[in-house]
């Protein structure tokens, strides 16, 4: 996995201001990914990579739905942006210095484990994320972890409910933001549609017999 030592020495500094600030840690799980750039000295365990130019960090999810699962978070010093919503032309620098964190962070990622050179991968956005603050999820397309448990999870991450990065990005410098480009009530609908294999297009009754495809060596097994 990406080195899990990095030099983290300044995000001492940062949770020393916030907490100068009077910045208080959350007690929701849905804004939990806010006390990672708030108070990141606290999670030093759990950031796995940073950017030299301290403007990202990466962290593991915490429940991945897939064996390679990440979130690359913005350390944004103006304001916390809390999803893709909010963005505009002015955070294009912002967008494309994520994306670079994800595809060095896949570096990392490929050049100490071999077993995932032939991995493929998906980089982007929830259209309707279940967290607030800004997060991009780099996601390997087994999709083999046990936290996979649901329609819900699986048609998340492998219909156009999951956005592309290059999409975001793109809609932003043509329209100035994606709220015209994505339409959230047909996101929504997008988690209730039928199990459907990423690679292959066969549809299943359920997860596990979803996994069991999945799993076996073949077309699919080849595609992962």
């Avoid at 916390?80 to 990622?109: P, Q």
């Avoid at 397309?141 to 649901?150: E, G, H, I, Q, Y």
């Avoid at 039928?194 to 069991?212: D, E, M, Q, W």
Wanted: charged letters at 25%; glycine letters at 4%.
């Amino acid at each position: 996995n990406p080195n899990p030592n990095p030099k983290l020495d300044w995000l001492e500094t940062i949770t020393s201001k916030s907490l100068q600030s009077g910045k208080s840690k959350s007690n929701y799980w849905k804004s939990a990914l806010f006390d990672y750039i708030r108070f990141p000295a606290n999670f030093k365990q759990d950031i796995i990579w940073s950017s030299e130019d301290k403007k990202c960090i990466a962290i593991r999810d915490k429940y991945p739905k897939a064996k390679h699962h990440f979130l690359i978070l913005p350390m944004a010093d103006d304001r916390e942006i809390k999803d893709i919503y909010e963005l505009k032309r002015s955070h294009l620098g912002m967008l494309e210095n994520m994306k670079n964190a994800a595809d060095c962070v896949l570096d990392t990622l490929i050049m100490n484990n071999t077993d995932t050179k032939h991995t493929s991968f998906r980089i982007g956005f929830h259209s309707i994320p279940s967290m607030d603050l800004l997060h991009l999820h780099i996601i390997s397309t087994d999709f083999d972890s046990p936290c996979l448990k649901n329609k819900k999870h699986w048609n998340s991450f492998t219909t156009q409910f999951f956005v592309p990065i290059d999409n975001v990005i793109n809609a932003i410098a043509k329209h100035g933001s994606v709220c015209s480009t994505i339409d959230r009530d047909k996101c929504k609908e997008l988690l209730k549609i039928p199990l459907k294999c990423y690679h292959c297009g066969v549809c299943f009754k359920n997860i596990p017999k979803l996994k069991s495809h999945l799993s076996k060596k073949g077309e699919c097994g080849r595609m992962m």
